[in-house]
């Protein structure tokens, strides 16, 4: 189960996000500084210990309407190789661990491994914020225990339960910066 240690991280991770999101393709930013307020998610567990998960909604509020991005994370103890120079995140000085190396999800072999085997059935969604408490708000409608498709992170997020044409998916839920509560999809997937 996830261990959620109560420490600082330096630069924090919306700090870090704000310098790297609107770097991104997929930001509809209008170019300006993003003003994000975490905003919902979960965590998946490595099954060796090594690297933290987190599926993080983050919501740029300085819009005139508020986007909701999803931003998957792999934190590591150390850099990983052969990976594009925009999966780096940055770098955080970690209380409990030391220096952290966050990388975009998608990027990161672990992170995408325990993707698909939650939607294979073979992992479960963990609180974003409690050590070792499941996180029985996210709905995943499986894609099967053979394994044999694609994934696709959707990163800028809509309101919405189903996604058109996919074999499985995984549905949570953010707060829009009014407090008001809506669940999307945050990833699908395709049979190969």
Known sequence: MA?????????TKLELLVEWLPKQS?????????????AGGFRLDDPDGAVGIEFMVVVDASAQEPVAYLVP????????ENVPGEALIGTSEHGV??????YDGVN???VMAQLRALLSGEAM?????????????VTVYGAGPDGQFDVQ???VLQPAEAAEGAAGRVVAGWTWPDGTAVRGVFATVARR
């Open 3 to 11: 261990v959620i240690h109560r420490t600082t991280m330096t630069p």
């Open 26 to 38: 997929w930001y509809v930013g209008d170019g300006g500084r993003p003003e994000l307020v975490k």
């Open 73 to 80: 994370m792999g934190y590591r103890g150390g850099a990983l």
């Open 97 to 102: 661990l030391g220096t952290r190396w966050i």
């Open 108 to 110: 990161d072999p672990v």
């Open 125 to 137: 969604t963990q609180h974003q914020d409690e050590s070792d408490t499941l996180d029985p708000t």
């Open 153 to 155: 992170v959707n990163r």
